[in-house]
T-cell receptor
Framework: GAVVSQHPSWVICKSGTSVKIECRSLDFQATTMFWYRQFPKQSLMLMATSNEGSKATYEQGVEKDKFLINHASLTLSTLTVTSAHPEDSSFYIC??????FGRGPKYGYTFGSGTRLTVV | DAKTTQPNSMESNEEEPVHLPCNHSTISGTDYIHWYRQLPSQGPEYVIHGLTSNVNNRMASLAIAEDRKSSTLILHRATLRDAAVYYCILRASYGGATNKLIFGTGTLLAVQP
C-alpha cells in the first residue's frame, strides 16, 4: 500500500532557530499533500495544503511566513518552522493520497508517522 | 464541510466486538464516509471508507444507515492494539486527491484485557 515517510521523527531546537520537516511519498506520486499540527490531548488541525509546483494554501489563522511549505517534486513536501518559539512545540503530521487520472475517491489517505517538535 | 458527531470515549473488553457510532445528519450525496484511527504518538491510520453500501476489509466493517445520516465502525474482535482514537470524517467525492480531511474530536476507545 501507499507509504508516506516523514523525517525527522523528533527534533529539539533552540528558540529563534528554524526547523525543516520532510514528507515523502515513497511509492506513489502526490501532487497534493497536507500538513497538520496536533497539540497534546487535542485533535489534528489542518494547517495547509501543499501543491506541487505552486504555492501552498493555508488555513485561516495559520501564518504563512512562519510555516513555509515547499512542494518541489511529486514525492516531496517540506514544512519549515521559521524562528521557532516554545509555543510552536507540537506534533506535526503530513498526509497524502494516491491520486491522479482514473484513481477516484476510492482510496484513503496515508499519513506520515509525525514529527515531535520541541522548542526550548 | 459537513460535521460528524462521535462519543468522546468508549470502552470494550478484549476479544469482544466494538461498535463505534458516528452521526452525520448534514451529509451530502457526494460525501464519502472515512474512518481513521490514531495510536498514541503516531500519525493517523486509514481504517475504512464507504459511500452508500456496507464495506468490509481486513481491519473492520463499516455499516452505513440507509439514509446515510449515520454510520457505525465495527471491530469484530477487539484487541489491546485497537486502543486508539477513532475519527469519522466526511470527504467530498469531487476534487480528487486535493480534498482535505478535517478531523473532529473522535472517540477514544479503551480496550480492557
Amino acid at each position: 500500500g501507499a507509504v508516506v515517510s516523514q523525517h525527522p521523527s523528533w527534533v529539539i531546537c533552540k528558540s529563534g532557530t528554524s526547523v525543516k520537516i520532510e514528507c515523502r511519498s515513497l511509492d506513489f506520486q502526490a501532487t497534493t499533500m497536507f500538513w497538520y499540527r496536533q497539540f497534546p490531548k487535542q485533535s489534528l488541525m489542518l494547517m495547509a495544503t501543499s501543491n506541487e509546483g505552486s504555492k501552498a494554501t493555508y488555513e485561516q489563522g495559520v501564518e504563512k511566513d512562519k510555516f513555509l511549505i515547499n512542494h518541489a517534486s511529486l514525492t516531496l513536501s517540506t514544512l519549515t518552522v521559521t524562528s521557532a518559539h516554545p509555543e510552536d512545540s507540537s506534533f506535526y503530521i503530513c498526509s497524502a493520497r494516491e491520486g491522479g487520472f482514473g484513481r477516484g475517491p476510492k482510496y484513503g489517505y496515508t499519513f506520515g508517522s509525525g514529527t515531535r517538535l520541541t522548542v526550548v | 464541510d459537513a460535521k460528524t458527531t462521535q462519543p468522546n470515549s468508549m470502552e470494550s473488553n478484549e476479544e469482544e466486538p466494538v461498535h463505534l457510532p458516528c452521526n452525520h445528519s448534514t451529509i451530502s450525496g457526494t460525501d464519502y464516509i472515512h474512518w481513521y484511527r490514531q495510536l498514541p504518538s503516531q500519525g493517523p491510520e486509514y481504517v475504512i471508507h464507504g459511500l452508500t453500501s456496507n464495506v468490509n476489509n481486513r481491519m473492520a466493517s463499516l455499516a452505513i444507515a440507509e439514509d446515510r445520516k449515520s454510520s457505525t465502525l465495527i471491530l469484530h474482535r477487539a484487541t489491546l492494539r485497537d486502543a486508539a482514537v477513532y475519527y469519522c470524517i466526511l470527504r467530498a467525492s469531487y476534487g480528487g486527491a486535493t480534498n482535505k480531511l478535517i478531523f473532529g474530536t473522535g472517540t477514544l476507545l479503551a480496550v480492557q484485557p
